[in-house]
């Protein structure tokens, strides 16, 4: 009983129950499992960051539970889009959404942000709250690198500064878009 109930504890502390995903302690372990692995291995690795635009007016307009509908709708769309069991995804807080994809480089990171994009768009979710379309949309941040071009100490870090800033100028410029940062630009 007692071994059961700690199975479950470990479970909550490291999947959100609304959508099934991972939290960000589960990316925090995962990220640096992978970074390590590809450190040794060199190959590309990318990250996917986005937001649901305008989710806490949304969540306020329609209700806690129209908002947990939204989030598993969106999960699953998620879910479908990192079909590889190598990739992992994870929902941070508050409408935010990552996806951390080993062996994937920039090309195949956009390709996997243009799905969900669609996908997430194709929901047709009405959001009368947003300022940029009466339906659900999200702000994108993509990023790629690859150990061997910078410091592998610091990569890591870079590679998640520059997701959070391509996510962060999505949302500046309007929401409802995507923006790719490449790591060596931005950083080196």
Known sequence: MLVR?????EKNLRTDPITGLGKDPLFAEYFAREWKRIVRDPSWISLIKFELDYFEKYKQCYSEIAANSCLQKVAKVVKES??????????????????????TNIVGAVY???????????????????SVDNHLTISVGITSIKPTQLNT?????ILILSVE?????AMEIGRNCKIIQSCSDRFS
Do not use: M
């Not at 109930?5 to 504890?9: P, R």
């Not at 990192?82 to 062996?103: D, N």
């Not at 100490?153 to 870090?157: L, M, Q, R, W």
């Open 82 to 103: 990192a079909k590889r069991p190598a990739k992992l995804t994870i929902y941070s807080k508050k409408g935010q959404f990552s996806l951390l994809l080993p062996e």
């Open 112 to 130: 996997i942000a243009d799905n969900l994009f669609n996908k997430i768009k194709d929901l047709k979710i009405i959001n009368s709250q947003s």
């Open 165 to 169: 800033n391509a996510l962060q100028r």
């Open 153 to 157: 100490e610091a990569g890591s870090s």
């Open 5 to 9: 109930a700690k199975q479950e504890l």
